[in-house]
Nanobody, 118 residues
């Protein structure tokens, strides 16, 4: 069983930065982030392999978001910069498998709210 616990969400002004954290327990999987804005489908944000060497990013996040992991702490991070109001969403940590340009999730965290004000 995999357990994922996110933290680090909050309210930030447009142009600002925020770092999300996810602590993972259980088996070794690729882990990553998805997000869901009100009235929209959940979408892929970024993911990395167990080693952290292989990464995937959604095109709209490249250059603004950076994913990293610290296996010594069983932690995954998402550093978000140059935030825009359209980045407002609930961000979910997920564990699963990397695929060509994203990941296939099998486990989910409870989510953390990110709100970007204009």
């Amino acid at each position: 069983q995999v357990q994922l616990v996110e933290s680090g969400g909050g309210l930030v002004q447009a142009g600002g930065s925020l770092r999300l954290s996810c602590v993972a327990s259980g088996q070794s999987f690729a882990i990553g982030w998805f997000r869901q804005a009100p009235g929209k489908e959940r979408e892929f944000v970024a993911a990395c392999s167990w080693s952290g060497i292989n990464t995937r990013y959604a095109d709209s996040m490249k250059g603004r978001f950076t994913i990293s992991r610290d296996n010594g702490k069983n932690a995954l991070y998402l550093q978000m910069s140059s935030l825009k109001p359209e980045d407002t969403a609930v961000y979910y940590c997920a564990a699963g498998y990397l695929v060509a340009s994203s990941m296939t999730p099998g486990y989910w965290g409870q989510g953390t709210q990110v709100t970007v004000s204009s």
